[in-house]
């Protein structure tokens, strides 16, 4: 299988090897036909044209029941390309501080003034010394407006020096300044940076290699933006969550930390970013949005998606530019979703041809200006 091609690496079923144990992280996810899978692959066709027609797509991966069933790249993008993740960052980010908590290296209750004493305030207000590890995972710092970094470098200086207007947890406000905190936070209980602590606990595990995460003047994992990752690295660590943190046998991320940072825990139906579309009114966990169906993403501005439906035991992975980010996911909702069937269907040669053809043909068009 070479991932390096920029064609389209279509449905075929993988036959049985023998592989040593120290390479099996390495592998890449198991292949299959959408019909062994039970989807259609009309279905495929059908979600592959809706993407096609938003224009500015980059990639598509489609995982049901742990197998790639659809995968597609918009030439020149390609299946080895790293591309930049923007804010599903986060979802790695909260990662990273729940694998520190399972560690014993801090709590959720812990105060943010605690990690960053000689970056505080000369008189800090009674909000911002109440603010928490949680409040940051949640987005409730309990600020009106969400804090910009200077000249485009954060720092954890400018972040507790921003007015805290509400009491924290109680106001959502999206708020990238504070993941960078949280990054800042494994930094400082860890003494690595968030990729650094990721590497041996998250990344290699899975195969993901090489990854990239871009740092601060201050020397911490930039944690809401900047890390790039292959399309398939993003389907990975969506089926690890999916498979409640276990990976070939072992449990790299608690159960217990999977359910906390993927389920509803504020409220964010009248708040910032609500008004993108329904799917960014169904409440936020840890660094993860909820999506109508019951399912959970970490998502990136400009079309950047990891999206868990459990309902139907599936993953896609999604990357654009600029893209219409509420019509990638009705895609799902309109062609995917209503599709999955809980048995194996009768292949269809005639289907999957037309998706190949489909595939082999997708091009990236001009960004809107």
Known sequence: MN????????????????????????????RSTPEAQGISSQAIYDYVEALDKIKTMHSFMVVRHGQVIAEGWWKPESAGDQHILNSVSKSFNSTAIGLAIEEGKLNLNDRVLKFFPDDAPPNPSENLKAMTVRDLLTMTCGHDTEPTASAGQPSVKQFLAHPVTYKPGTHFQYNTMGAYVLSAIVTTVTGQTT????????????????????????????????????????AKFGQLYLQNGRWNGKQLIPKKWIKQATSKQVPNDHESHSQI???????????????????????????????????????????????????????IWNYLYPMCKAGALSEDNTASEKVKQLVAGLLVHPSPR
């Not at 920029?6 to 992280?25: E, F, M, R």
């Open 3 to 30: 991932l390096k091609s920029h064609s389209l690496t279509w449905l075929i079923a993988l036959c049985p090897v023998v592989v040593s144990v120290t390479h099996a992280a390495s592998l890449p996810l198991p």
């Open 195 to 234: 990729l650094e602590f990721l590497k041996p606990r998250l990344f290699e595990p899975l195969g993901i290699e090489n990854p990239k995460w871009l740092t601060s003047p201050e020397g911490n994992s930039l944690g809401g933006y900047g890390l790039y990752l292959r399309t398939e690295d993003i």
């Open 277 to 331: 579309g329904v799917d960014w009114q169904q409440g936020y966990g840890y660094q993860f949005w909820r999506c109508t169906h019951n399912a959970y993403r970490g998502d990136g501005a400009g079309g950047q998606f990891c999206v868990v439906i459990p309902k139907e035991d599936m993953v896609i992975a999604m990357t654009a530019d600029k893209a219409d980010m509420q019509a990638e996911l009705k895609a």
